[in-house]
Nanobody, 115 residues
Framework: QVQLVESGGGLVQPGGSLRLSCAAS????????MGWYRQAPGKQRELVAS???????NYADFVKGRFTISKNNAKNTTYLQMNSLKSEDTAVYYC?????????WGQGTQVTVSS
């Protein structure tokens, strides 16, 4: 089992920035990839970005150039730096980790982009 704890969500104005963090614990040896998904009201959950243990990253087209995923192996933590936020980025953001994605889920953190 892997436990994931997210933090860093909140309310931000359009054009602003937020950084999400996700700390993993438990059977972390089983983790090959970590990622962030999001789910807006009335929409399906979608992959935002992912990163492998080797550092290979992947981004959804709608966040390319604005969001950056990174990780700190010593802290078993992954981050999502979100810049130039738009109202359509409003959603609950979920951390995910496993050998394949989707794997284990975090509890989610709300990100609201509004003036």
């Amino acid at each position: 089992q892997v436990q994931l704890v997210e933090s860093g969500g909140g309310l931000v104005q359009p054009g602003g920035s937020l950084r999400l963090s996700c700390a993993a614990s438990g059977s972390i040896f089983s983790i090959y990839a970590m990622g962030w998904y999001r789910q807006a009201p009335g929409k399906q959950r979608e992959l935002v970005a992912s990163i492998t243990s080797g550092g290979r990253t992947n981004y959804a087209d709608f966040v390319k150039g604005r969001f950056t995923i990174s990780k700190n192996n010593a802290k078993n933590t992954t981050y999502l730096q979100m810049n130039s936020l738009k109202s359509e980025d409003t959603a609950v953001y979920y951390c995910n980790a496993g050998f394949y994605l989707p794997g284990y889920w975090g509890q989610g953190t709300q990100v609201t982009v509004s003036s």
